[in-house]
């Protein structure tokens, strides 16, 4: 058989099954049945977009098989076989769509937490909030790049060191097929937080990664429905997938090749295969596929040598570790933990220098104990010439996500709430306290090398230092730091900045970042935009002098207007910085909250990504997300940082923060000191956080309503919202 007759079998073997599936759901469920995939906006994603149509029953099912059949062609022309490639991604996502009718989580694992230590393997659908929270780290390339793992490899071995090279080097790895088993009998670590994701066993569930690139273009790039050739555009340019095939490959398999072909993703197969230059790939060596892999979609890499027994990747960034597999703890209202970076001499600093003062892990005093729980104070000392003071806590919070990166080690909190878990693991891999050391110093010197020239570590494990550097000198900086930050307005300073990291996915998208208002992803705020600038000039945070405003409610600046509709390329062309209503700020879809108006309530309510159910607006997270993003404006939907609410300028235009009048429990707990305290200041009211509504309390409108009375919330005595 040749190429193309191997593409149009396999198409053909999609075709005929999910013709199958689809009469057998419509005899047994009837056309009115819904058909919906979890927590998603865009119904059946693929479909959608490369159609237009919204598949929501059993019976539009039919319609989606009419539609893929209509891009089949079996004739001699290279289009021809790759549309039976988008026809056999669209036969594929019915046929998955069609496990979903039948069951509410046809991949049990879907819910598990710990994918290792339960007995279902399978994720299945990615939701859209899962696939939001890949927006920052792909933009900052933390995620370099999207492997897509099919097959069996010769032995499970092999396929680890693979798998585990692709999450050392950061990148999101999605399995299906055998390959999964393989990966579990070797101990990989897998799960959404650490980007190794298995799929399913058919190779159907191939589409669940397909649906992650095609949503990226509909969230994030804001690409119309229906217009697949731009879609095809974005996935092409701007997601760095590709597909690795091991073992014998079917004919299914291939038509699925080329569906990822036509969206820009090489495959690259271990069996001989007849190559397309760039696009399908023969690489019978399995220790060179990575390289293959990397090379023709055009991922690089920057190596940072650390002294270090395990892993260093922002793969492990999201690793939990729970008490069974716990060997060390430090903090977590157990001990004492703090953490500080602070500026050195550099002429009398020792670059590289590691010192632990205070017992270490593996002291003599441990033995026979089931868990070492030590006090920590970690003390991050940098030094050069381009350094400055107000960068000191762009680094010192950047020991979070460094410390996290150990394989085996988990951070939470920050500052002197810090709370730090080492693996058993981890300690028998040789892990000690000076390892810590060696990561933060290779990171420090690598992240920020353009004002960090020399960089000391120390770590004291001894009560009695911990708790006098504590007091003494750790403390009163934080004092200073927090005066410094809270006289940090909008007002008090001359420039604000652009951020266009998410254009590399949002083209048309712009954070205007001020001391008031942090970028809407959570990761940006005005001091580390103007670091970030310090550290790369040409880089993606440009200071705009703001010079006088137009009108200070709204927050207008033609300076900030000429700056966004320079690079947004016109696209957007006036924004305020403090409404809500009037040409609110963009966004790219990667934002922690979503904000919306409740016309009944005279207010607004606020949702976070992580919470799943139903609003009072009568829309989810997701449903309210999808209703902005990629750079368009709609004008009662903000997405925000989480930071935000707290903030002064939050929509003060339309009267700030006392417009709140729900948001979920969870995120009124997070946010509750800083908004009393704000509120308090504005309006004199006490406690005002007690007068939101969440879930605990209510959700269907009425009852919301009831509450925000028996509270005498602000809100319903304020000027009408709209
Ligand atoms: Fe993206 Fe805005 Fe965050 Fe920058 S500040 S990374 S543009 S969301
Ligand atoms: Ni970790
Ligand atoms: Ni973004």
Same mark, same amino acid.
């Given at each position: 058989m040749?190429? %193309?007759d191997i593409?149009?079998?396999?198409?053909?073997?999609y075709?005929?099954r999910?013709?199958?599936m689809?009469?057998?759901?419509?005899?047994?469920?009837?056309?009115?049945?819904?058909?919906k995939?979890?927590?998603t906006?865009?119904?059946?994603?693929?479909?959608?977009a490369?159609?237009?149509?919204?598949?929501?029953n059993?019976?539009?099912?039919?319609?989606? /098989?009419?539609?893929?059949?209509e891009?089949?062609h079996r004739?001699?022309?290279?289009?021809?076989?790759?549309?039976?490639? &988008?026809?056999?991604?669209?036969l594929a996502?019915?046929? $998955?769509?069609?496990?979903y009718?039948?069951?509410?989580l046809?991949?049990?694992?879907?819910?598990?937490?710990?994918?290792?230590?339960?007995?279902?393997?399978?994720?299945?659908?990615?939701?859209?909030?899962?696939?939001r929270?890949?927006?920052?780290?792909?933009?900052?390339?933390?995620?370099p790049?999207?492997?897509?793992?099919?097959?069996?490899?010769k032995?499970?071995?092999?396929?680890?060191?693979?798998?585990?090279?692709?999450?050392?080097?950061?990148?999101?790895?999605?399995?299906?097929?055998?390959?999964?088993d393989?990966?579990?009998?070797?101990?990989?670590?897998?799960?959404?937080?650490?980007?190794?994701?298995?799929?399913?066993y058919?190779?159907?569930?191939?589409?669940?990664?397909?649906?992650?690139?095609i949503?990226?273009? /509909?969230?994030f790039?804001?690409?119309?429905?229906?217009?697949?050739l731009?879609?095809?555009?974005?996935?092409?340019?701007r997601?760095?997938?590709?597909?690795?095939?091991?073992g014998?490959?079917?004919?299914?398999?291939?038509?699925?090749?080329?569906?990822?072909?036509?969206?820009?993703?090489?495959?690259?197969?271990?069996?001989?295969?007849?190559?397309?230059? =760039?696009?399908?790939?023969?690489?019978?060596?399995?220790?060179?596929?990575?390289?293959?892999s990397?090379?023709?979609?055009n991922?690089?890499?920057?190596v &940072?040598?650390?002294?270090?027994?395990?892993?260093?990747?922002?793969?492990?960034?999201?690793?939990r570790?729970?008490?069974?597999?716990?060997?060390?703890?430090?903090?977590?209202?157990?001990t $004492?933990?703090w953490?500080l970076?602070? &500026?050195?001499?550099?002429?009398?600093?020792?670059d590289?220098k590691? &010192?632990?003062v205070?017992?270490?892990?593996?002291d003599?005093m441990?033995?026979?104990?089931?868990?070492?729980?030590l006090?920590m104070?970690?003390?991050?000392?940098v030094?050069?010439?381009q350094?400055?003071?107000?960068?000191?806590?762009?680094?010192?919070?950047?020991?979070?996500y %460094?410390?996290?990166?150990?394989?085996?080690?988990?951070?939470?909190?920050?500052r002197n709430?810090?709370?730090?878990?080492?693996?058993k693991?981890?300690?028998?891999?040789?892990?000690?306290?000076?390892?810590?050391?060696?990561?933060?110093?290779?990171?420090?010197r690598?992240?920020?090398?353009?004002?960090?020239?020399?960089?000391?570590?120390?770590?004291?494990?001894?009560?009695?230092?911990?708790k006098?550097?504590?007091?003494?000198?750790v403390?009163?900086i934080?004092?200073e730091r927090?005066?410094?930050?809270?006289?940090l307005?909008?007002?008090?300073?001359d420039?604000f900045?652009t951020?266009?990291l998410?254009?590399?996915f949002?083209?048309?998208?712009v954070?205007?970042v001020?001391?008031e208002?942090l970028?809407?992803?959570?990761?940006?705020?005005w001091?580390?935009?103007?670091?970030?600038k310090?550290?790369?000039?040409?880089?993606?945070?440009?200071?705009?002098?703001?010079?006088?405003a137009?009108?200070?409610?709204?927050?207008?600046?033609d300076?900030v207007?000429?700056?966004v509709?320079? =690079? =947004?390329q016109?696209?957007?062309e006036?924004?305020?910085?403090?409404?809500?209503l009037?040409?609110?700020? =963009?966004?790219?879809?990667?934002?922690?909250?979503?904000c919306?108006i409740?016309?009944?309530?005279?207010?607004v309510?606020i949702?976070?990504?992580?919470?799943?159910?139903t609003?009072?607006?009568?829309?989810t997270?997701?449903?309210?997300?999808?209703?902005?993003?990629?750079?368009?404006?709609?004008?009662? %939907?903000?997405?925000?940082?989480?930071?935000?609410?707290?903030?002064?300028?939050?929509?003060?235009?339309?009267?700030g923060?006392?417009?709140?009048?729900?948001?979920?429990?969870?995120?009124k707990d997070?946010?509750?000191e800083?908004?009393?305290?704000?509120?308090?200041?504005?309006?004199?009211?006490?406690?005002?956080?007690?007068?939101?509504?969440?879930?605990?309390?209510?959700?269907?409108?009425?009852?919301v309503?009831e509450?925000?009375?028996?509270?005498?919330?602000p809100? /319903?005595?304020m000027?009408?919202?709209?």
């Open positions: 040749n190429l %193309f593409i149009y079998d396999g198409q053909a073997q075709l005929q999910a013709e199958e689809v009469a057998k759901v419509v005899a047994e469920k009837g056309k009115e049945t819904p058909v995939f979890p927590a906006a865009y119904a059946l994603p693929c479909i959608y490369i159609t237009g149509k919204k598949v929501t059993v019976g539009e099912l039919e319609e989606a /098989l009419e539609l893929a059949k891009k089949i004739t001699n022309y290279l289009q021809d076989a790759l549309d039976a490639g &988008t026809a056999s991604a669209m996502e019915i046929i $998955e769509a069609v496990k009718v039948y069951e509410e046809p991949y049990e694992g879907r819910r598990v937490e710990d994918l290792n230590t339960a007995d279902v393997r399978y994720l299945g659908h990615i939701t859209d909030a899962e696939v929270n890949f927006g920052v780290p792909l933009v900052t390339d933390d995620i790049g999207v492997a897509v793992i099919i097959g069996e490899a032995d499970a071995e092999t396929l680890a060191g693979i798998v585990k090279d692709y999450q050392g080097k950061g990148l999101l790895t999605f399995m299906v097929g055998k390959v999964i393989q990966a579990i009998e070797q101990k990989i670590k897998m799960g959404i937080d650490l980007r190794v994701i298995p799929l399913g058919e190779i159907e569930s191939v589409i669940h990664v397909v649906s992650v690139a949503r990226a273009s /509909l969230i790039g804001a690409t119309p429905p229906g217009d697949f731009a879609h095809r555009t974005y996935t092409k340019n997601v760095k997938a590709f597909v690795n095939v091991f014998p490959w079917d004919n299914k398999i291939i038509a699925a090749g080329a569906a990822a072909i036509e969206l820009g993703f090489p495959a690259i197969t271990e069996t001989f295969i007849n190559e397309v230059p =760039t696009l399908l790939l023969h690489q019978p060596d399995n220790s060179k596929v990575v390289a293959t990397l090379e023709v979609r991922i690089k890499i920057k &940072t040598e650390i002294d270090c027994p395990v892993s260093v990747s922002s793969a492990f960034e999201g690793e570790v729970r008490k069974d597999t716990m060997f060390a703890e430090f903090g977590g209202n157990k $004492e933990c953490e970076v602070t &500026t050195g001499d550099v002429a009398e600093m020792e590289h590691i &010192t632990v205070g017992p270490d892990i593996d003599a441990f033995e026979g104990k089931d868990v070492v729980r006090p104070g970690v003390v991050v000392k030094g050069g010439k350094m400055q003071k107000d960068f000191e806590t762009v680094l010192e919070r950047r020991i979070h %460094f410390t996290n990166y150990i394989e085996g080690a988990m951070h939470v909190g920050q709430i810090a709370w730090i878990r080492l693996t693991e981890a300690f028998e891999k040789g892990f000690r306290l000076k390892h810590i050391g060696e990561v933060l110093y290779a990171k420090m690598s992240d920020f090398d353009k004002v960090v020239d020399k960089c000391e570590v120390t770590i004291y494990t001894n009560a009695e230092d911990v006098r550097l504590g007091e003494e000198m403390k009163p934080y004092a927090d005066e410094r930050m809270g006289a307005t909008d007002e008090s300073v420039e900045y951020c266009l998410c254009q590399s949002a083209p048309s998208h954070c205007v001020t001391p208002r970028g809407l992803c959570g990761a940006v705020s001091l580390d935009a103007k670091a970030t310090e550290l790369d000039p040409m880089g993606p945070n440009q200071p705009i002098v703001k010079g006088e137009n009108d200070e409610r709204l927050g207008t600046w300076s207007n000429a700056e509709a320079r =690079t =947004t016109g696209a957007v006036q924004v305020t910085l403090y409404s809500i009037e040409d609110p700020m =963009t966004s790219c879809g990667c934002f922690e909250c979503i919306g409740m016309p009944e309530a005279n207010g309510i949702v976070n990504r992580e919470f799943p159910d609003s009072p607006v009568g829309m997270f997701g449903e309210l997300a999808s209703m902005t993003g990629g750079g368009v404006q709609t004008p009662g %939907f903000m997405g925000h940082g989480r930071f935000l609410i707290g903030s002064k300028k939050f929509m003060s235009a339309e009267g923060l006392s417009r709140i009048v729900w948001m979920p429990k969870e995120l997070d946010v509750a800083r908004l009393n305290k704000a509120v308090k200041e504005m309006t004199g009211i006490e406690n005002f956080a007690d007068m939101v509504c969440d879930e605990t309390i209510a959700s269907d409108s009425e009852a309503l509450f925000l009375e028996s509270k005498g919330h809100a /319903l005595a000027d009408p919202i709209m």
